[in-house]
């Protein structure tokens, strides 16, 4: 049986420090929110999942609400931290570790959660939110690291290259026959789609 889900990573948000989980989409980021909806028009979409994460959420709130559905939050969805709150690196730094951590699942700089680590908390739930959607289109509200850590369980093709190329927002359309993911299609920024199902 095909499930289909619509992994749709978080429009910009402003960074704050010490603000992962609370801080919303810049106003940049509200204009493409509704562009996300749009593009999910003519889209029949079953259910809607997020990281815990308010710029998730605010991503693809306006899909839910276009349909009168429910925003379903997960903790184990939410951004993988390469690095602690207390450890300070440079931008350039933390690219260099994200790159290593796609080649060592075990690597992560002090206090931050390895790909592996990442792995064990996310694909439970990814997967169980695939079984009680069997057959269904599911949206789910994620983030760059753990979208490619979650494609990179299923296929290890899927690590920095495809981290470092990835837009805010940006959408892949992922079709799942018997737990197996069988294709990836990035869908931002494309021609809408007609309707589907």
């Known amino acids: 049986m095909k499930t289909t889900v619509y992994m749709v990573r978080h ?10 989980r609370e801080r919303g989409l810049s106003d940049e980021g509200r204009v493409e929110a509704v562009r996300v909806a749009d593009r999910f028009e003519g889209i029949e979409v079953d259910y809607v999942a997020a990281s815990i994460y308010v710029r998730t959420i605010e991503t693809i709130q306006h899909v839910a609400d276009r349909r009168s559905l429910t925003v379903h939050t997960f903790e184990e969805l939410r ?5 602690g709150l207390d ?10 570790a994200i790159e290593q951590s796609f080649t060592d699942h075990d690597f992560a700089l002090e206090g931050g959660e390895p790909t592996r680590q ?3 908390r996310a694909i439970p739930i990814f997967e169980q939110i695939i079984q009680e959607q069997q057959g269904k ?5 994620t983030h ?10 299923y296929d290890p093709g899927y690590g920095y290259e495809f981290w470092k190329q990835t837009s805010k927002p940006d959408i892949y ?4 026959e018997n737990n197996k993911m069988v294709h990836v299609t990035r869908m931002w920024d494309t021609v809408p789609a007609e309707a589907e199902r």
């Open 11 to 20: 429009a910009e948000s402003p960074f704050e420090h010490g603000q992962e």
């Open 118 to 120: 990442a792995q064990k």
């Open 173 to 176: 359309k992922i079709i799942f």
């Open 87 to 96: 450890y300070k690196a440079p931008w350039e730094e933390l690219v260099v």
């Open 144 to 153: 760059g690291n753990i979208m490619t850590i979650i494609l990179n369980y």
């Open 137 to 141: 289109n599911i949206v789910i509200g």
């Open 79 to 83: 951004e993988r931290p390469i690095k």
